[in-house]
């Protein structure tokens, strides 16, 4: 006990002692989460679910905690700490503290996939292969998202080196694009289509399944992996371009990197998920009032953050209203936005500016 | 403990080879005979529950099921539309009635998963569809009689329709006035389907589903009447006819003052009262509506009380609007 708290205390040990507080809380989160939800279910019948459940006749536990439960915590984990992961990594690109993935048009990329997808069907040539027509909103998502950073990556690159500063710009404007192109699907769909557009627009991890989960987790696990790798230059960037530049650290290939890692998880997770906003830019602040700047911390320690804050709100977007659900987005921002004013003003007020 | 890895194993194996659906979402599960516990989702489902005096066994409906008064008393299970799997399944349902609007389909499949079985209706807004939901229902419940003379009810009262003479009437359904934002609602949508029963025509007719409509356009559209719910007609009632539909004072409908509320579910539901709707629809626009006391009874005859209050202010409003 002591000694944990010497860790929290010492400003060395204080960002590792934080990541692997969050590990615990995850893994604590994640148990919380698996034994609640709108039907009653005792830690034994879960654990006994858990243990030899799959595939056993005439159990509807099973079935709840197999198909439902499981892959919802952990695409709710997966997509919080993909978003979470991401913020940490374009704050650092961008060395402003409001970029999240929403910036570099990811999600508005996906969104308008998501709208093509929904008001104009699918493509007739494509309709015949079941797995198109299965997953064609997902996929069309996916497409949107990678097509949106594809042109403000490219307006953004002059000479094969990337403007930060135009890259900012250009994501501003392909945020306004898409978000006109929106409207006008918005403004020509059907009542049933407007009704499944706003539901994407909202956000949920409810639809989760193990397919949806397979699809996520290489493209986020591969991003993990690349934003990792960068974490160390992402340091040395935030002294300025120029002297990264100078202590020798890879900074177009940190840029290109990072907006490819950006692009494949947020855009694979926001295919699945819909549009949820506010863990991108939340938690990796939270992550660094807690354990301090330096981006080899940062960067496990907001993927921790946002998924464990995701997971949290989610439970409380199943727990709210049994047996209906609220949408995970709204919980999100209404639990995220006054606590996160509130650690500004501590920060102020300790800072004593 | 092996156990439970192995267990991982196959399911992230499954995952993998996307196959996960292990526990029979192919297979819808067989609809019991007869079921005990219920959820119904969707106002014009309900209402043929009750219709057919089948409501013992309901244990929850959707919060679009607002008639009966009795129906509104029951567990509520959420919006038809952002249905939850889990939530449903709380309600430890052995048979769910599903309307057409019923969602999302991720929802609905995990329903499946969990083994509920289910019964889905179209979303189709006609006669025929609504005469087929009560013949289904009550086929499901065991009260096939029950469902034919309902069916039967429905068919006298559009047989008793009188043949419009004249012109049709235009009219316009306002969805909402909201902010004197105007949504009014176009072809394919269940209150251009009303209107044209009704042997009215949609002044809206050129575009598909509920849109904005501006001062101009509802002008130029020039309807003879305008049709609003009940819950619209308060948004109405508060801003006062011109500021809450601008534009209204160019058209016939806003000279002469016609505003024909009727209550949503009564006349786009689809139910075992669509015959009466129509009927009533149709009287309120060939401007041969009877008074209050003498209104079709809704459902009189399967001893449930009528909504006389509801009905009496259609009426009423029908007339002074006349």
Redesign the interface.
Known sequence: MARALAACLDWRTRPRFFVVALAVAVSLVLLWSLGS????LGWGEILDS??????REGY?N???I??????RILMGFVAGGALGVCGAALQGLFRNPLADPALIGVSAGGSLGAACAIVLGVPHFLGGIP?VSLYAIPFAAFLGALAATAVVYSVATWQGQVQVATLLLAGIAINATTGAAIGWFT?L????Q???LS?WSLGSV??A???S??GCVPFVALALGILLWYARPLNALALGESNARHMGAPVEAMKRGIIIATTLAVGAVVSFTGTIGFVGLVAPHLFRMLGGPDHRWVVPGSFLMGGCLLCVADVIA?MA?????V?VGIVVSTLGAPFFLFLLLREKRRSGG | MI??FK?IF??VL???T?N????GADSTPPVPKNPQRIVSVGGGVTETIYALGAEAALV?VDTSSTYPEAATKL?????Q???????????KPDLIFLAG?A??P??IE?LG????PNVRFS?EHSVEAAKAQILKIGTVLGREEKALELVRNIDQKMASLPTPSGARPKVIFVLSAAGSKLLVSGR??AADAMIRLAGGENAADSF????PVSAEALAAMAPDAVLTTTRTQAQIADAGLEAALPGIGLTPAGKAHRVIVMDDLYLLGFGPRVGDAVADLAAQLHGTAASPGTLPSQAGQNGQPKQAGQVGQVGQAGQAAQ
């Open positions: 939800g709108a039907m009653p858990l243990w030899n459940g799959y595939g509807r099973d079935a709840l197999w198909n439902l439960r499981l892959p797995i403004f769909a059907s009542d049933a407007l009704r499944e539901f409810g639809g399944n193990w397919q989960l397979a199943r209203a049994i047996p209906a659900e949408p | 156990q439970l267990s196959v399911g499954l995952a993998a996307g996960g659906a292990a526990f929850a567990p509520k299970c959420g919006y539309r952002t249905l939850s799997a889990e939530g449903v399944a709380s309600l609007a969602g999302p991720t929802a995990q998963v969990l083994g509920i979303e394919g949508t598909e589903s509920y849109k």
